[in-house]
């Protein structure tokens, strides 16, 4: 069995690399490596639907299967990053029903989508971290910020998480967002 590794949404902004594509950056929850997955703009727009806890007037297709699997007791129990094949990332969905576990292939940016509505644990294996993830500098001399930005508005707090993301800033753009989600 492979060693998986648990990682966290740090970001979702647009691609460098790839013009009308976004990225949506996963770091590792124990760990300072990063991994970038480059997504289209509807995948992006569906991960930040759900990241922002926004209720559209009518279930977006995401929100849709969330409420299938509620409405016939279907739990995800967790997402894995299972496979890098040519440059794709591959997902798994770990589901249970009445105490079944059932594995399905999913896109990993539908996966992370869903994932994000369920609050459900993001994983991937080892292999994979170790042959894309970016390792980020342990930062030891960082200042906390959570001084600063507890007495910034919510609507500055805002603009400075877009500048942070336009910068590829993710240390910075996770302490904002955490600070947004603390008033949440």
Do not use: W
Request: hydrophobic share 40%.
């Amino acid at each position: 069995m492979e060693h998986k590794v648990e990682l966290e949404i740090i970001a979702l902004s647009h691609s460098i690399t790839q013009t009308n594509s976004y990225a949506v950056v996963l770091g590792e929850r124990k760990g300072n490596r990063r991994m970038p997955i480059i997504i289209g703009p509807f995948e992006a727009q569906a991960i930040a639907a759900a990241l922002e806890r926004m209720q559209p007037a009518r279930p977006l297709t995401h929100d849709l299967l969330r409420n299938l699997c509620f409405e016939f007791s279907v739990e995800l129990k967790e997402v894995v990053i299972s496979n890098l094949v040519e440059g794709v990332f591959h997902a798994t969905l770990i589901c249970e029903r009445l105490g079944e576990i059932s594995h399905i292939d999913a896109r990993t940016s539908d996966a992370i989508a869903l994932a994000a509505r369920f609050e459900c644990p993001i994983y991937v294996y080892d292999f994979i971290i170790e042959q894309v993830g970016i390792e980020m500098e342990e930062k030891s001399h960082t200042p906390n910020h959570s001084s600063e930005y507890t007495r910034t508005s919510i609507e500055k707090l805002n603009e400075m998480l877009m500048q942070a993301i336009d910068k590829e800033d993710y240390e910075s753009a996770a302490r904002i967002r955490d600070e947004i989600n603390k008033r949440s």
